[in-house]
């Protein structure tokens, strides 16, 4: 039976692993390399080799309650969008509220994952283990979770751009990117259009004399700022929203896209991607729109070669004098220390049974958790898979056999990318509430909308209309907690707190949230309509309440 489990990393990923290992009475052992917790979200004046690095002018793309762990809503007092050092901060009250540091061993790095003789009994681990001054040692564990990520390896392709040995000026990985000291004046061309490569554009093009962003294929481009000044990721990413999605794709993406347009031309400013919005990620920037129409920023096609200190681009066009190159070209996902055989590739992903477990173990006691990619906040993802693994680690929970766990994988892999465009860099996305839905009813977690609408209609309208936060996966089953009504119900207070710096004197109405309101109330009446007319598939329900047989 599982009990010490070893786990790998303590950012956000490898917090919410310690913790639900504890919810489950099993012992974690932490293991983080460096000197402190909080993974991406932690600066570090010099990139340090193997870890992931942030510029100091990060802030999250995900609204503080669509980040948060299921059961620790964020101050009311942070911003919506947090800086890194206010991300950072919430993961610190995280590990404390829950004692989580005591289970971190700082400074230790895992160099070496291997099973244990009789492994097909025991299903057991060797982990080794480097300390800072260098001294090795051995420990046997009964379960492994890996949550080191994937932003550590910058992918670097220089064979894909000609002449760039001869590039007389700077060039460097996005990885290395601090601030935009040293770059006064200069002609700058940041290669690649994804998160990292919008902000460093802004970011360089402030002091620059010019900054070009270079794209093979365009991206989205949307705000964090919504309708009314609300955080966007709170509109549209609701229960409902997901259904009508599921029932009208393409009409819902063409409207999306429209809407994305009547905001910026996407094709006036030559970012219009060649997928649709839903395919791929897209790039989360306020600043970039206003930077490419007062000239700061110009966005170019691929670069095809380098001639010296000139770009060639695919269109043609020459840019002569260029002083430094910027490649945001993502990242190559790497687990040096686990054996060959457990990073099969299946497509571009890992072969993964609901990319956490390896369907080819005799035991299923490793675990790859946060090592995935989906249109929301990666921590909520994270944590489920989390909350599912230490319960199969357990016993509670009995995977499929290994023919049924790699049939899946063949076919989720094919429908993944029929959906969305992976790749080498993106090598794999789900669809956020219907994954998380997925694991949650395997955990005995998932809402049931129907139940509470019986029961308490006021959450439930909540649950199926609002924003689809973390906390509804807190509300029954096991690791239910009492506080997660609560947390739904204030959600918007705290999304307004921090909003209301200066008192103005008028009626107290959120204009912003009238019309959101009317649809929501128009959505419930649709949604209630639909459930009476199919009422016999709720009449289970139904016999469980007397008070109710009266009206069929």
Known sequence: MVHRVAVIGAGPSGLTSIKACLDEGLEP?????????????????????????????????????????????????LPNHMLHTEVLLYLRLYAQAFNLLQHINFETTVVDVRQVQGFAVNGQWEVETESRDGQRRIQVFDAVMVCTGHFTKPHLPLQ?????????????????????????GKTVVV????????????DISRVAEKVYLSTRSGAWLVSRVGPGGIPADLIGTSRMDMMIKRLFPSQVEKMVEKKLNQTLDHTLYGLKPKHGFFDQIPVVNDELPARIIAGRVQVKPNVKSFCGSSVVFDDGSILDKVDVVVFATGYNYSFPFLPSALQAKCGHRLCLYKHVFHPTLTKPTLAVVGFIHGLGAINPLAEMQARWASRVFKGLITLPSKEAMMEEIKTDTATMHQKFACSERNPLQVEYIPYLDSLAELVGARPNVLRLLLRDPQLALQ?????????????????????????????????????????????????????????????????????????QKIMFLLSHLPKFKTMW
Not at 62 to 68: G, V
Not at 168 to 182: D, I, L, R, T, V
Not at 192 to 202: C, E, F, L, R, T
């Open 463 to 535: 649950v199926l209309l609002g924003p689809s936060t973390p906390y509804q996966y807190r509300l029954t089953g096991p690791g239910q907690w009492p506080g997660a009504r609560e947390a739904i119900l204030t959600q918007w207070d705290r999304v307004l707190k921090p909003l209301r710096t200066r008192v103005v004197s008028e009626p107290e109405i959120n204009r912003s949230l009238t019309g959101p309101r009317k649809l929501m109330i128009f959505s419930a009446a649709i949604f209630l309509c639909c459930c009476f007319y199919k009422k």
């Open 29 to 77: 052992t932490c293991f983080e390399s460096s000197h402190d917790i909080g993974g991406l979200w932690r600066f570090k004046e010099t990139p340090e080799l193997g870890r992931a690095n942030i510029y100091p002018s990060v802030i999250i793309n995900s609204s503080k309650e669509m980040i948060s762990f299921s059961d620790f809503p964020p101050p009311a007092h």
């Open 160 to 184: 894909d751009f000609p002449g760039i040995a001869e590039f007389p000026g700077k060039y460097f990985h996005s990885w290395e990117y601090c601030n935009a000291n040293g770059l006064d």
């Open 191 to 202: 290669i690649g259009v994804g998160n990292s490569g919008g902000d460093i554009a802004v």
